[in-house]
Structure formats: structure tokens, C-alpha cells
């Protein structure tokens, strides 16, 4: 597999989610030429299983290398946890890099925080999480917590509305005042951070992994001398399985404003 600093990168999530970690590897390599792929056609990978989303994160792959990629994105928690490892396996030299719930920066804020994970039954039930927990079961006290609706939420570009706020307030309030950090274990949550800031207060943390993976990226692309030379002007471009202008207009909508 031969790679060169002028080939695209692949981003991809179960749906619109994945655009939240797009808008930070935008935002620290400008100069790259981004390729997000939304499977929203199949969206919730939450709730599937592990198999059914290897063998979508494998087509999507299978459609990047079509379109030359230097490196791919898995922009989504769940994904990540059923698929990145086996992708990995069969293509040792592409870099791939996936998202993981940021716990690591949540029990860093103070010692033996109280730290409430966000994201779906699949990323929370499977042993990368579990492993990933049981590292800092003697730095804080963690908690699970499943919200795979929200993800249906934002799927439809509702980062706001009366009934998303009903969801969260009822999932949140038994820990408003109780924990440190709402760590978004779910690329699709940031698009509700402030609900959540709302609902949980001024002292609570909200953490995302966006910002990490975008670094990682970065740092793998350096170590591997592709990054794009500074004076090529970068660009986005949204593709999704549903195939409607509706899906690739909201994908703009989400990238380009601020929630
Ligand atoms: N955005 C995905 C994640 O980060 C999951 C959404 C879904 O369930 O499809 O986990």
C-alpha cells in the first residue's frame, strides 16, 4: 500500500455524529482533504451487534480504499469497539484511528473524581471499555450510563427541542450534584453538550474525545511523513448512505455552526 501526503482522509460515523470529531481534525490540520462518510441509513450501530457493525465499518473501508485514502477516521465510539481492531489486522499499514470515551482526561481533573460515561450499550457492554475502566478503578469512581436515544435525536439535526431536554433531564438528574465529569462516550453527544451543561450545572466537566483523536491523528501523520504541505488549501466533503440532499445539508449545518 503506497501513501502519499496528497491522498484524502476518511472520516466515518454510524451516521451524523462523526461530524463532531471532523470539526476538530478540521480545525487542527486545515490543509488536509477530509472525505465524512455518514452511514445514517444504518444508524444506531448502538444497539446492534458486534458482528453487524465489523461487517459495515469493513464496507466502509472497502469504499475509502476505492477513493484512495492515506488514513481513515473511525469517528465513533461503538464502531471503534467492534471493528478497529480487526480493520487493523487487515491493513496494518494504513493508519486508523479510532475514538474512545475520554475517561483518562476526566480522572486527570482531580483525584478519585466521579466520572459519569455516556454512550451506547454496545460501546459500554463490550471489553474495551471494560478494560479501559478497570486501568483507573483505583483513581475514580465510574458510571455507566446508556443513551442511545439521543443518538436518534441528533440523527434528525434536534440538538435542543423541549422533548430532547424531557430525555436528558430524566437520565441526568439522578446524578446532577454527584459526579465531576459527564465524560460524551458517543461522538453524536457533543451536538447536545449544552443541554447537558444546562441540566448538570456550571461545575460539572464535560469531556469529549474529539480533540484527542484529531492530535493522534496528527502525531501518526507526522511520524509517518504524510501530512499535507502547508500551502494546500484543505477541503470537506460530505457523502452519506441515505443519499439525500436532506442528510448531506444537515451534515453541513452541524459542521459548520456551533452547539
Ligand atoms: N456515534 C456513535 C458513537 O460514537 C454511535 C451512534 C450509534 O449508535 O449509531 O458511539
Avoid: W
Avoid at 134 to 143: E, G, L, M, R
Amino acid at each position: 500500500m503506497k501513501l502519499t501526503k496528497k491522498q484524502p482522509i476518511g472520516v466515518f460515523d454510524s451516521g451524523l455524529g462523526g461530524i463532531s470529531v471532523l470539526k476538530e481534525l478540521h480545525k487542527l490540520m486545515p490543509n488536509e482533504d477530509f472525505i465524512f462518510f455518514g452511514d445514517s441509513k444504518n444508524a444506531p450501530y448502538g444497539t446492534k451487534t458486534v458482528e453487524e457493525v465489523q461487517n459495515l465499518s469493513q464496507q466502509i473501508v472497502t469504499k475509502f480504499l476505492q477513493q484512495n485514502v492515506k488514513a481513515i477516521v473511525i469517528a465513533c465510539n461503538t464502531a471503534t469497539s467492534a471493528a478497529a481492531k480487526k480493520l487493523r489486522l487487515t491493513y496494518p499499514e494504513l493508519p486508523i484511528i479510532g475514538l474512545e470515551p475520554a475517561v483518562k482526561p476526566a480522572t486527570l481533573l482531580k483525584p478519585h473524581a466521579k466520572i459519569l460515561v455516556m454512550a451506547t450499550e454496545l460501546t459500554l457492554r463490550e471489553a474495551k471499555f471494560n478494560d479501559l475502566i478497570q486501568q483507573f478503578a483505583n483513581q475514580a469512581t465510574i458510571y455507566k450510563l446508556p443513551a442511545s436515544k439521543l443518538v436518534e435525536f441528533i440523527e434528525k439535526g434536534d440538538t435542543s427541542s423541549v422533548e430532547l431536554h424531557a430525555y436528558l433531564l430524566d437520565l441526568l438528574t439522578p446524578y446532577c450534584q454527584k459526579v465531576d465529569a459527564v465524560v460524551l462516550g458517543c461522538t453524536h453527544f457533543p451536538f447536545a453538550r449544552r443541554v447537558i451543561q444546562e441540566i448538570m450545572g456550571p461545575d460539572t466537566a464535560i469531556i469529549d474525545g474529539g480533540n484527542g483523536a484529531a492530535r493522534e491523528l496528527k502525531r501518526v501523520l507526522q511520524v509517518k511523513d504524510l501530512l499535507q504541505d502547508h500551502t494546500h488549501a484543505g477541503s470537506v466533503c460530505f457523502e452519506n448512505s441515505l443519499q439525500t440532499q436532506t442528510e448531506i445539508q444537515l451534515s453541513r449545518k452541524l459542521f459548520e455552526n456551533d452547539f
